[in-house]
């Protein structure tokens, strides 16, 4: 039986990696993420998790230890946020290349500069094509269920690719809730100890790393590109196993009143929570308005999205980052993309919001929502729209 | 954990009746002709064995040997990235302890090695170096030091020598090439307090292969800083790679030593040196020095052994009275 308890998510994802049995834990200490690695330290000293901790000198070297550990056959976890994450930004690429089923949490913060440690998705949308598979948690509960999901889905066999699991740095990571803890026995019996295809093991050598001259360079990537796409079926599958065994079920894209929605705000992470409230005062006024929320970002849910959004004719995306000079921001330009791919008209506003650790309320979700549609009514092109800027 | 002293007293020495005969960094690779580096790697290999798992820096040594679906390692070996192997190599060794605790993969003896170049080890990694020194990790890395980017084309890296022309380095009429001095990477890996360090030259191959011997016997981390001659940066025929090797210790600018348990241990006296300008004159990445700049050189050089003889007197004052 579950226990219900009162832990903050950084506790709760420690936790979850304590559930798992890793065997490493290399960790470098980056504000918002610094709970999880300490109380994970914690569980080693005191005897709880029978794991090695590797206190690294960098988030460089976190993730170079990360492969070399799974390398060699272990269970790996590694945890990190912000400028720790884009230090590391090197080494995801060689990870997942490896297929080296590494799980990471992070504690999603804004990018330097100016420097801030609050949150925001900048640092996991700079790391978006690194070709880990990568989701959102809302809350405190999928923090622990889904970091457990990431072992399941990274070391299947039909898988073998690193596992990003993302939550808003302070609005989940610090904050207390509760949880379901369950049973180490249940966890045990679902997650068994990670075997190996290959590994560095002298009775049986292979070299891992080799050279990729331009003739098996291409052949080698389409073989990732079609790994992390054949994974998608499989998430799935994990996430219905873990849903009998726990009772506890994840989509890759979950929608919030959208039956007959005739706008939909599309969001990922903490967010979405706000979002949802205000759809339901939104609502009560009378106004047809739903939310869809991306949990899965790679691979990207194209049929699921598609399917969840096809009712409404306006959608107010929420992109908590920020593109440069483009014509709309990371998740507008997928969702605007893949809408037009499949000759899908409708009207796509895309806001910037919750910057820094900047607070969205169910107001400006309205203000949102009203904006875009005087915008669609006007003929009017509404993107990359900073909300809450002090002029 | 016992002592590096303690840890080498009964090693497996290798002598010329028992070299060993296995090759675990195969013939084949795509090293150039005459590479010193690349025999000091495959001293290193037979000296370790079978039980070998390697680690490599990216760099000529991983370039050579690893172009799929080719490859020299007849060991298990993970190449990942240029600034890293000490970091991946921390990682390999912490996996497998936990593995072996938990009883899931059995104890046969692996020893984890990791390689990397000159750029790899003093400046790109040194950082990933230095911190799985600090940490204690059970592996042996091993610096292949030529003295220059050689796998880019031959730029400048912080153990370039004085007065060295490289590409970044070029001699030229306001230029005697490299302007600084050779950093000091095995005093820098004995800072750390490791058990073991030594410095090691192909042109004493056994000398080498014992000094790989006794690190790897050593629990805890150990360097080994190996000089290995590159006629294709150095510009200096294929054949001269060993008499270059041989020189750079006779000259008493690369000395053999080992600092066991902090202990600095003279391995090779060099009694009557012989002039820094004999080395030099052999390879043409020195040919625009000038007698007053060789002077400068001899000087540097005779200072930095009488610093080390300082060493070896401060920490092993027995051996040092030994030796005169």
Request: proline share 6%; charged share 20%.
């Amino acid at each position: 039986m579950a226990r219900r308890v009162g832990l903050e998510v950084s506790l709760a994802c420690a936790e979850a990696v304590k559930l798992a049995n890793a065997d490493v834990v290399a960790a470098y200490p980056i504000t918002p993420q610094t709970h999880i690695v300490e109380h994970l330290a914690e569980l080693v000293a005191d005897g709880h998790l029978d794991a090695e901790f590797i206190p690294v000198e960098s988030e460089h070297s976190a993730m170079s230890a990360c492969i070399g550990s799974s390398a060699a056959g272990a269970r790996t976890f590694t945890s990190s946020a912000s400028q720790g994450l884009a230090l590391m930004h090197e080494m995801l690429y060689i990870a997942s290349s490896m297929r080296l089923p590494i799980v990471m949490a992070v504690a999603n913060r804004s990018l330097s500069g100016p420097i801030s440690i609050w949150n925001d998705h900048s640092d996991v949308m700079g790391e978006r094509d690194t070709g880990w598979i990568q989701y959102f948690c809302e809350n405190g509960q999928e923090v622990l269920d889904l970091t457990l999901t990431a072992f399941k889905i990274a070391e299947d066999p039909r898988v073998l690719l690193p596992v990003m699991v993302n939550m808003d740095g302070f609005i989940l990571t610090h904050v207390i809730e509760p949880i379901l803890m369950p049973e180490q026995a249940e966890v045990d019996a679902w997650l068994p100890p990670y075997v190996p295809q290959l590994c560095l093991d002298p009775a049986k050598p292979i070299s891992m790393g080799m050279v990729g001259v331009p003739e098996v360079y291409t052949e080698a990537k389409r073989a990732q590109v079609q790994a992390i796409n054949d994974s998608y079926p499989i998430i799935l599958e994990h996430w219905a196993s873990f849903a009998k065994q726990f009772g506890r079920s994840y989509q890759p894209v979950e929608s919030y009143r959208t039956e007959d929605a005739e706008a939909v705000f599309v969001s990922m992470g903490s967010l979405s929570e706000t979002i949802m409230s205000a759809v339901d005062e939104m609502r009560a006024a009378g106004q047809k308005v739903g939310v869809v929320r991306i949990r899965l970002w790679r691979p990207f849910p194209v049929a699921e999205f598609t399917k969840a959004v096809a009712k409404a004719e306006t959608l107010v995306v929420i992109d908590r980052n920020l593109t440069f000079g483009a014509p709309a921001g990371p998740v507008a330009t997928e969702v605007r993309a893949l809408l037009f791919s499949q000759g899908i008209q409708k009207y796509v506003a895309n806001f910037e919001a919750g910057l820094g650790g900047r607070d969205v309320t169910r107001d400006q979700f309205k203000e949102m929502l009203a904006k875009a549609q005087k915008a669609k009514a006007a003929g009017q092109d509404m993107t990359c729209e900073m909300v809450g800027v002090k002029e | 954990m016992i002592s590096a002293a303690e840890a080498i007293k009964n090693y497996e020495k290798i002598t010329p009746k028992n070299i060993p005969l296995a090759e675990p960094f195969s013939r084949g690779h795509r090293a150039c002709q005459g590479c010193g580096e690349v025999l000091a790697l495959r001293l290193v290999a037979k000296a370790v064995g079978q039980n070998l798992i390697a680690v490599s820096a990216t760099g000529c040594m991983e370039i050579i040997s690893s172009p799929y679906p080719q490859t020299a390692w007849n060991v298990p070996w993970i190449h990942v990235a240029f600034e890293n192997a000490a970091a991946v190599a921390s990682g390999v060794e912490a996996g497998r302890k936990a593995l072996i605790r938990k009883g899931r993969i059995a104890d046969a003896g692996a020893k984890i090695v990791a390689f990397a170049g000159d750029g790899g080890t003093a400046d790109i990694g040194m950082q990933a170096l230095s911190g799985a020194l600090e940490r204690g990790h059970d592996f042996t890395y091993v610096c292949l030091d030529n003295e220059a980017y050689m796998n880019t084309g031959i730029q400048r890296s912080s153990s370039t020598p004085f007065g060295a022309s490289t590409t970044t380095s070029p001699s030229g009429s306001k230029s005697k090439g490299q302007m600084t001095w050779k950093k000091n990477m095995p005093m820098i890996a004995a800072a750390h307090n490791v058990p073991y360090v030594a410095t090691a030259s192909p042109a004493w191959h056994l000398d080498l292969m014992n000094k790989i011997r006794k690190a790897i016997a050593t629990p805890g981390p150990a360097y080994v800083h190996i000089y290995s001659p590159c006629p294709t940066g150095w510009r200096c025929g294929p054949e001269t790679s060993i008499e270059t090797a041989r020189l750079v210790v006779q000259t008493r600018i690369f000395p053999l030593y080992e600092v066991i348990d902090g202990k600095f241990v003279l391995t090779r006296d060099i009694k009557n040196p012989k002039p820094v300008e004999e080395y030099l004159k052999m390879q043409r990445r020195f040919r625009h020095l000038k007698p007053e700049d060789i002077e400068v050189i001899q000087k540097r050089v005779d200072a930095d052994w009488e610093r080390l003889l300082g060493f070896v007197k401060a920490t092993n004052p027995e051996a040092a009275e030994k030796a005169e």
